[in-house]
């Protein structure tokens, strides 16, 4: 686990991807990555469209590339997590969005990534996964 955070704190814009409503897939640049009572979490809005695609469909896929030539693929369960304390540990990591989100506003939610398997690879060595 801690590999995973380490690779996507190191490469801090990396591509989420949601299944829509009508089963079409949905990527997008995501950015907050934290770990929390032993799971990682990201975080976004109620009002956004991929917290609605989340919650009828937690199966999720992480893309994140390295500027050393390295690339992890990530598949998870995104459970959502209401607890005050779990949305505070995640923005208490990125002051920056503290503009746009406080942990008690009913818009923030964060998401537990669990049942994770992440797989690292180069051009140059084998992949490498990890699970948890």
């Known amino acids: ?4 955070l380490e690779y996507l704190k190191k490469n801090s814009t990396y591509f989420l991807a949601t299944m829509g409503s009508e089963g079409d897939p949905h990527v997008r640049p995501f950015g907050t990555i934290a ?4 799971k990682l979490y990201i975080q976004t809005g109620k009002v956004k469209p991929v ?4 919650l009828a469909h937690p199966r999720v896929a992480i893309c994140a590339t390295g500027q050393d030539g390295t690339w992890m693929r990530l598949a998870a369960d995104a459970v959502l997590d209401d607890r005050l304390e779990a949305r505070q540990a995640v923005l208490g990591e990125y002051p ?6 406080a942990a008690d506003d009913g818009n923030c939610e964060v998401f537990a990534l669990e ?3 992440a797989t690292f690879y180069s051009f140059t060595s084998e992949p490498h996964t990890v699970t948890f």
């Open 1 to 4: 686990m801690d590999e995973v």
């Open 35 to 38: 770990k929390f009572e032993g």
């Open 51 to 54: 917290s609605d695609q989340m």
């Open 96 to 101: 920056d969005l503290q503009g746009m989100y």
């Open 115 to 117: 049942n994770v398997t």
